[in-house]
């Protein structure tokens, strides 16, 4: 099983441009999550899913868009870059029951200039 | 808002050393509280404790909860330049799937 895959690994946006970053987890885990890790900082959620087709906010949702049409994909969307986006991305998938428990992929390191 | 602080913020050892890593936490309704490793990439689960006074145990690594002081310690014997990481604290509660991440200890020990 590969758990957890992020693409792309690494990106340099300009202001105001847009991307998606790619979210697929193989373990068929309902819950997913997306978190950004600036330098010297703790992770802080963005967004989370509990199930196909149902998203919540997190703690850090602006400038974010996310979808959840299947239990395995949860894109990350961010609509007019900004440097304070600047950061390390990392997706999250843990199973029911134990959600605790979360499985984290390999992140992606985000410049915006 | 629930909240998780960790002390130290960095600290610095030799190999050999044994080192204790803090984390307290205020939230609602508690659930569980978890350590997390973070070397160079993605952070991977190291303990989940959600009882009082039972000590979990990896190897050269031990943790404990104390939940009616509201906090936990992560504890390395014998360390290892390996250990070098950043030690992650999170807590779930039952409100909802979500954990609450400290910023995180990092640890760097010297041969």
């Known amino acids: 099983n590969a758990g957890v895959t992020q693409t792309p690994k690494f990106r340099i946006l300009k202001i105001g441009q847009s991307m998606t970053l790619q979210c697929t987890q193989d373990?068929?885990?309902?819950?997913m999550y997306w978190y950004r890790q600036d330098p010297g900082m703790g992770l802080k959620l963005i967004y989370y899913?509990?199930?196909?087709?149902?998203?919540d906010k997190g703690e850090v949702p602006n400038g974010y868009n996310v979808s959840r049409s299947t239990t395995e994909d949860f894109p990350l969307r961010l609509e007019l870059a900004a440097p304070s986006q600047t950061s390390v991305y990392f997706c999250?998938?843990?199973?029911?029951?134990?959600?605790?428990?979360?499985?984290f992929g390999p992140g992606t390191r985000l410049t915006v200039l | 808002e629930d909240k998780v602080v960790q002390s130290p913020l960095s600290l610095v050892v030799h190999e050999g050393d044994t080192v204790t890593l803090n984390c307290s936490y205020e939230?609602?309704?508690?659930?569980?509280l978890l350590w997390y490793k973070q070397e160079k990439k993605a952070p991977t689960f190291l303990f989940m404790l959600?009882?009082?006074?039972i000590e979990k145990k990896s190897g050269r690594l031990s943790s404990i909860l104390d939940k009616k002081e509201l906090f936990s310690i992560l504890n390395i014997t014998a360390t290892q330049t390996g250990d070098s990481a950043i030690y992650l604290c999170?807590?779930?509660?039952?409100?909802?799937?979500?954990?609450?991440f400290g910023e995180g200890t990092q640890l760097t020990v010297n041969p």
């Open positions: 999250a998938s843990s199973p029911v029951g134990v959600a605790d428990t979360q499985y």
């Open positions: 939230v609602t309704n508690f659930r569980s």
């Open positions: 899913s509990v199930g196909a087709g149902i998203t």
């Open positions: 999170a807590v779930g509660s039952t409100s909802g799937s979500r954990l609450t």
């Open positions: 373990m068929n885990h309902n819950y």
């Open positions: 959600t009882s009082s006074g």
